[in-house]
Structure formats: C-alpha cells, structure tokens
C-alpha cells in the first residue's frame, strides 16, 4: 500500500505563484509515474503534469508554461508542482496520485490540497 500527503496549497490571488508537495510512503513500486491531477467544483477531474523516474515530464496544455513538476533526486518519493501566473480557473482541488507501471490499473491517490486564485 502507499499514502500520499500533499501539502502547499492555500488563497492566492491572480498572478502569483504556489508550490504543491506531495511524498510517497509504504510500498513504492521501484518503476512508476508520479502524477498531479485537479479538479474544480462541478467539472471533472484533470490531469495537470505527470513525471517518470527518469524525470520526463508531460504537461496539460491549460497548465503548460505556467507549470514545472519535479521530482526530489535524492528521494524519488517526493513530487512538487511549482505554479506561476496563477489565475481563477486554476482554483481546485489538486491530488497527488502515483501509478504503478509494474501493475495494471494501481493507482494511489491522496487526500488532495486546496488552491484557490482569487481576481
């Protein structure tokens, strides 16, 4: 089993920036995909950034260019999600999730952090 814990979410106005932390404990499987996905009141859920192991990233195209996710080299169990030039439709719910590649269809989910951009 793995938990995740985000953390760094809060009230922001327009234009600024947020970092969002998640870490990974329990039973990390060593191949997998580190993900952020979000979602607003009444819409689905998004995904918004992804990175492997090897660092490779890939973004949503609402986020892309606002958005830099990473992983902690030192521990792979920790993924960030920096956000600049924030604005009111990026307001939501935003969980970590890792997926393991090794097992088809394990997915993880935490609790999920609250980003609110205010104009």
């Known amino acids: 089993q793995v938990r995740l814990v985000e953390s760094g979410g809060g009230l922001v106005q327009a234009g600024e920036s947020l970092r969002l932390s998640c870490e990974a404990s329990?039973?990390?499987?060593?191949?997998?995909?580190m993900a952020w996905a979000r979602q607003a009141p009444g819409k689905q859920r998004e995904m918004v950034a992804s990175?492997?192991?090897?660092?490779?990233?890939?973004y949503a195209k609402s986020v892309l260019g606002r958005s830099t996710i990473s992983r902690d080299n030192a521990e792979k169990n920790r993924v960030y999600l920096q956000m600049t030039n924030l604005k009111p439709e990026d307001t939501a719910v935003y969980s970590c999730n890792l997926v393991n590649l090794q097992s088809t269809n394990e997915t993880f989910w935490g609790q999920g952090t609250q980003v609110t951009v205010s104009s």
């Open positions: 990175i492997n192991g090897a660092g490779s990233a890939r």
């Open positions: 329990g039973s990390i499987p060593r191949f997998n995909v």
